[in-house]
């Protein structure tokens, strides 16, 4: 029985997938990846576009319908495994993404190729569209949070498409959107740890609806400790976390690194 985590809603309309492989860009020399093809509606663009691609499915019956249509194509490789499995890194580099994400594992996956990033100069993936407005959000409204954080830190996030439900078979209940991910060469801001970066805004994010002052309570900071600390990065203890812009969050891991916390 397929995990019912993995979305059963395939791309059907033909003009998007030519839309959305256009953002790619693709010349005969390029490498793609492609997770979640499904039935192989984006597949078949990409293979008359691109030199190579390299698609990751995890549903036995779906992979076995791609290897019967198109697995004997001299440029398909096809990966049959769950792609928060998949080591990225190892992949041959480098490669493109274009991916219409199941929705349930979208988040962790763009994190995952983030932290690939170095093989990858541009992904086109498809969201709902809440989190593709997630990933674009400035700080202060109610979409920005920590996915924003981590987009806007590691790469160049566009909303190029909104996608309408009746794209899909069958059609989901939410609209959907197509976003261009650029890499940065260089995250937006100095950090020098990029693992202490997050695992500050995490903590500063563990409880959303608290102040900044009682997040960071939570490690193992007195509240007396908490304000000097954020006092010292020019920011007030009562804001929430949602507010600070990625500049602030970097002067105040600058300040937590200095102080040794």
Known sequence: ????????????????????????????????????????????????????????????????????????????????????????????????????????????????????????????????????????????????????IIAQLFADVRLELTVSPGSF??????ESAVVTVTPRAEPAIPIGDEAAFLRLVRQGFAHRRKTLRNNLGHAHLTPEECDALLHGAGIDPARRPETLSLEEWGRLYERCRTLGI
């Open 169 to 174: 078979r069958p059609p989901p209940k939410v």
């Open 1 to 148: 029985m397929k995990k019912p985590r993995y979305s059963q809603h395939f791309l059907v309309n033909q003009s998007l997938c030519r839309r959305i492989v256009d953002l790619a860009a693709l010349t005969s020399t390029d490498r793609v990846v492609e997770i979640g093809p499904g039935r192989g509606a984006l597949t078949s663009w990409l293979l008359e576009r691109a030199g190579e691609v390299w698609a990751i499915e995890v549903d036995p019956t779906l992979a076995g319908g791609l290897r019967e249509r198109i697995g004997r194509h001299p440029h398909f490789h096809l990966i049959r495994q769950d792609a928060l499995r998949v080591r990225f890194e190892e992949l041959p580099a480098p490669f493109k993404v274009v991916a219409n994400l199941p929705y349930a594992v979208a988040s962790p996956l763009l994190i995952r190729l983030l932290e690939a990033r170095r093989s990858i100069p541009l992904m086109v993936l498809m969201f709902q569209r809440e989190v593709a407005e997630r990933l674009i959000a400035a700080p202060g409204g109610r979409r920005y949070g920590l996915l924003s």
